[in-house]
């Protein structure tokens, strides 16, 4: 397993959302598009669950693929895209090309010019049997993030760009019905 990739079992962020006595799916979840290759843009304020849908995400894919098909890695500890890049050519290197892969890369924002890593992947051909979603924290960088990746989000258009946002009051109380209800 390449360093920095967690297990989502294990995962605080998992562990949290299982223990919290109202627990919901955030809609965006079916939203991303698992059809290679697609490049997926989530993006929202900073702890309004952006990391925890990923997370979510990866757990329903692991109930249909091999878990070696599945990279989360948590980007806030790089500095700058040939980092990054190094860190998905040594995940890539275990895969073989055209397998496909599903690569989340988290709070991808705190890497300076992260694009261009995922940028020369896409175009040496390293992603095309590949999705990759990646999160941030500004609905400015997704618009930046998109003109960078003209042509490069999917067949068809099957990238999305999708704003994560906290749960509102009256989603909070119809999801407090609904779990109340299924305790009865």
Known sequence: MV???EVPEEDPDVVKWR???VRSVPAEIEEISLEPFSLNFLY???QVGKTTLVKLLVLRLLERV???AVFYFSC???SDYEELLEVL???LRARRLGQPSYVFLDEVTFVREWYRAVKHL???GRLRSSVVTVTGSSSLWVERAAETFPGRRGTSGSGQSRG???IGVEEYLAERGRDRARKR
Do not use: F, N, T
Request: no cysteine; charged share 40%; net charge negative.
């Open 89 to 91: 050519r040594e995940y």
């Open 122 to 124: 896409i175009d040496a």
């Open 3 to 5: 360093e920095g990739a």
């Open 44 to 46: 929202g304020p900073r």
């Open 66 to 68: 091999e878990p070696e």
């Open 19 to 21: 223990e919290m006595p």
């Open 164 to 166: 994560v946002r906290a």
């Open 76 to 78: 806030d500890l790089l």
